[in-house]
């Protein structure tokens, strides 16, 4: 199993998955966006994607097929964006999800207002589409300081 970034033609793959998953989202792959998969051989069992607006992260797209879950790829799966989003300068991350709260949590996410998310990522894909659809009501946001996490990294 190993997680790579998906470029060009590997995002029609991503595609096809959540496709096939029932997840893929009308504003799929619209910029600004980056998206990594998890591998088993050849076949795409994970996604998660990135949007950005500054210094601000919109993490989106985090999906395990329910054939591989529980094996720790949805935490590899963040930790890579977590681990590209600090190199491109993203210090906060955000994500809308009203199913998995607890998930997030356990990764070190907090409930936050949905307005504060939506207000700092007013211009990424993923909140334009809940704009125009009028769907942000029905969201839950919670939010990760990256900063915090980079602190704990470092050497004492
Ligand atoms: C959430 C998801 C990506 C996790 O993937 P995964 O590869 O199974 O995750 P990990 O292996 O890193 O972690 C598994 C653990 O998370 C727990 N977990 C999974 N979904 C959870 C949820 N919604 N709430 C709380 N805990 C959850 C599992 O019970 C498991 O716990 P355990 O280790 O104590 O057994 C996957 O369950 C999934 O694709 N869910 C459907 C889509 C979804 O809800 N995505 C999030 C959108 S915001």
Redesign the pocket.
């Known amino acids: 199993m190993h997680i790579t970034e998906l470029r060009d033609e590997r995002l029609d793959d991503a595609r096809a998955f959540l496709r096939r998953q029932g997840?893929l989202p009308a504003d799929f792959a619209q910029a600004p966006c980056r998206y990594w998969a998890a591998f088993d051989s050849d076949q795409i069992v994970?996604t998660i994607g990135l949007e950005w607006q500054g210094a601000t992260g919109l993490?989106?797209?985090?999906?395990?097929?329910?054939s591989?879950?529980?094996?720790?790829?949805?935490?590899?799966?963040?930790q890579r964006l977590v681990s590209d989003a600090l190199c491109m300068g993203v210090t906060e991350l955000y994500?809308?999800?009203s199913?998995?709260?607890?998930?997030?949590q356990?990764l070190g996410f907090a409930g936050c207002p949905v307005a504060e998310a939506a207000g700092k990522l007013a211009n990424t894909p993923q909140v334009r589409d809940y704009t125009v659809r009028g769907t942000l009501n029905h969201e839950q946001a919670f939010r990760r300081s990256l900063l915090a996490r980079r602190t704990e990294a470092a050497p004492a």
């Open positions: 997840r994970g993490l989106r797209l985090a999906f395990v097929r329910p591989h879950r529980s094996r720790g790829l949805g935490q590899a799966l963040y994500l809308f999800g199913g998995a709260g607890g998930y997030w356990r």
